[in-house]
Every structure is written in structure tokens, then in C-alpha cells.
């Protein structure tokens, strides 16, 4: 128990901003594309308290996390409101607009590469490995987050992809398909067919990571 409160601390930093900053960056771009929906709620920013859902952020990790003794983490923000109709070209800056989640993330992941070796190649102080195991969450929570939300099943940002990417007809009816996305996804996930479809993709993306930044493991 004193481990897992333990990872449950040193990861609330990374896990709160790898998926708060993954919906500001939605805003972010809904705006840069003509919607100002987000920016005018106020949902444009940095603070994690301007996106977190008590029961998505906060309530469904921290149970996930202990029920499966650390080994699955699954959580999500409040939803940034994005008025589609209101974007310039719709069809085509919903892609980007659904790409900007996923972005955030990679750009995060590089961030807790960086604080891995930055604790690395300054001299060994207390705040060494804290500060090692904080980036590398920070690196395996992103990676998954931006691998995950890249899996084509609406209401996930790759599902928003692809009906930007589809003829209108076939975009139509792979859009009512958001309604089921959440249980759809739940029941992948504790199947473990989620695992399986999104774990190579992942363990790909860290290994470039580490290579890049040669990590010390």
C-alpha cells in the first residue's frame, strides 16, 4: 500500500496534465480554426482545474490504479466544447482540431524525456530518482494517451479523424457509432484486446524516445 501511494503521488502531476493539456490543446485549435466556443467558457488554459472531472480524472484512475495494483491507468478530462459548425472548413479542420490532442501529448512526452535526463546528468541529489520516475510516468502516460486516443472509434480523436477523412455518407454512419465509444472502449480495455492493439505502437514510440534522448535504461 505505501508503494502504491507512493506511484499514486510522484504520478499525479504528469497524469492530471497529460490529459487536461490534451483538451486545452483541442480549444487551442478549435480557435487558431474560427471556434471561439472553448476560449469564451474559459477552457483555453493551462490550469488543470479548468478541465478536471471529478469522476474522469480523479476518481476512475485512482480506483483503476489501485484495483489493478498499478499495472492499467485510464482516466479523461471534461471535454472541451467544440462547436464544429463554426470552424471555417469543417470537415477538414476537424482533423486538426482532433489532432491536437494527440499532440499535446507527444510534445509532453518529449518534456518528461528531457526531465529524465536532466536528472541524469546533473549531479545526484535527492530529487534524482523522484524526479526519474516522474518523467518516466510522464513519458508512458503520454505515449499511451496519444496512442490511445489515435485508435479510429469515435468519440476518441481518431475516430474524429477519420470521419473528416471519410466520404460524407460513410463519415454520417461512422459517426453514430460515438454514442457506444465509451462502453466499446471499456470492454476492449479490461479484455485486453486494447492492450494488444495499442501496446506495439506504444513500446515503438518510447523506444524512439529513449533512443533519442539516450535514457539511462
Keep these: 500500500m505505501d508503494s502504491l501511494l507512493q506511484t499514486i503521488s510522484i504520478a499525479a502531476l504528469p ?22 466556443t472553448a476560449w469564451l467558457a474559459g477552457r483555453i488554459t493551462p490550469n488543470p482545474l479548468r478541465h478536471i472531472d471529478l469522476v474522469g480524472t480523479i476518481i476512475v ?15 479523461w478530462a471534461k471535454p472541451v466544447p467544440v ?3 463554426r470552424l471555417r472548413d469543417p ?23 528531457m526531465m529524465v535526463k536532466l536528472a541524469w546528468v546533473l549531479p545526484i541529489n535527492p530529487f534524482t530518482l523522484p524526479l526519474t520516475r516522474m ?5 508512458a ?3 499511451a494517451l496519444m496512442v490511445l486516443n489515435l485508435v479510429p472509434l469515435p468519440p476518441l480523436d481518431g475516430g474524429r479523424i477519420a470521419v473528416s477523412l471519410l466520404p460524407p455518407r460513410q463519415a ?17 480495455l479490461f479484455s485486453g484486446i ?15 524516445i529513449d533512443f533519442v534522448f539516450q535514457l539511462p535504461y
Excluded at 135 to 139: K, N, S
Design 15 to 36: 497524469v492530471i496534465f497529460a490529459i487536461t493539456l490534451h483538451e486545452a490543446a483541442h480549444g487551442y485549435a478549435a480557435r487558431h480554426f474560427g471556434d471561439p
Design 61 to 75: 484512475p485512482v480506483s483503476i490504479l489501485i484495483l489493478s495494483t498499478g499495472g492499467i491507468l485510464f482516466g
Design 83 to 85: 462547436d464544429f459548425s
Design 91 to 113: 470537415r477538414r479542420d476537424m482533423l486538426w482540431v482532433a489532432a491536437a490532442g494527440p499532440a499535446a501529448n507527444l510534445c509532453m512526452a518529449l518534456f518528461w524525456a
Design 135 to 139: 518523467g518516466e510516468i510522464g513519458i
Design 141 to 143: 502516460v503520454n505515449v
Design 172 to 188: 454520417f454512419r461512422f459517426a453514430r457509432i460515438e454514442r457506444f465509444g465509451l462502453p466499446i472502449l471499456l470492454v476492449l
Design 194 to 208: 486494447l492492450s494488444a492493439l495499442i501496446g506495439p505502437p506504444m513500446r515503438l514510440i518510447g523506444a524512439l
